[in-house]
């Protein structure tokens, strides 16, 4: 059993400890967090260390590291603290849920968190330092690179090549055979079908509120199928 030490103490960082303690083969011990940010010296039970001096407790001889972070500055954050922690020495565990579909050839990086109900079908490749939350489909051949963050619902389909440190709305969707740029935001509900300039921002259609009343609906759709 590896012993391992989550950077923070966010809902994130909470969630972390939860998914590693009952589902996986590795053993939380501590937390850490930047020194000024410490306002208790305890976390879930376990001891908050500062990330400054987290070498003389822990060693990276003998512990890894797991950093989830979210995606402040399109996933910027995590990764100066993901590189921060590589020069320090440590390797960085990654987390895939035994609940979501993946299949022998499936690589990965370090520093993934990868959710419950992800379908990551044959040949995909995701990188280091990337987030996919629950409920999305990634499509055949695929290529995720670094520090992309994906959160619930999402369509990647097959042979797109997804730039570091993208992110991904709720419910977005990516045509096949897409490139989406270092960088690109794609917003809650956004259909891409074509390739996405690098720091670039794409919107879904926002919905309209209708002058009905909801309790009014029979009579709403009597109208709208003529």
Not at 66 to 83: N, T, Y
Not at 103 to 115: H, K, Q, R
């Amino acid at each position: 059993m590896e012993k391992i030490v989550i950077f923070g103490t966010s809902q994130l960082a909470s969630l972390a400890h939860f998914y590693f303690t009952h589902d996986s083969p590795h053993q939380v011990v501590a937390f850490t967090l930047d020194k000024d940010y410490i306002s208790d010296n305890e976390f879930r039970g376990l001891p908050v260390i500062s990330f400054d001096e987290i070498e003389k407790h822990y060693p990276p001889s003998e512990y890894k590291l797991f950093l989830p972070i979210s995606f402040k500055k399109m996933s910027f954050f995590r990764k100066a603290k993901f590189e921060e922690a590589k020069r320090k020495g440590y390797t960085c565990v990654s987390y895939v849920s035994s609940k979501a579909s993946t299949w022998p050839d499936l690589t990965i990086g370090e520093n993934c968190f990868i959710f419950e109900d992800n379908t990551i079908q044959p040949f995909v490749t995701i990188g280091n330092n990337c987030i996919l939350w629950s409920g999305n489909h990634i499509g055949h051949h695929t290529n995720i690179h670094d520090h992309v963050f994906i959160t619930s619902q999402v369509v990647i389909s097959g042979c797109c090549e997804i730039g570091e440190n993208s992110f991904f709305g709720v419910n977005a969707t990516i045509r096949d055979e897409t490139n989406i740029g270092k960088a690109s935001l794609i917003g809650m509900g956004a259909i891409i079908t074509k390739d996405t300039p690098e720091f670039s921002i794409w919107l879904g259609a926002k919905s309209t509120m209708r002058e009905e009343k909801s309790i009014d609906i029979d009579s709403i759709s009597h109208k709208t199928n003529g």
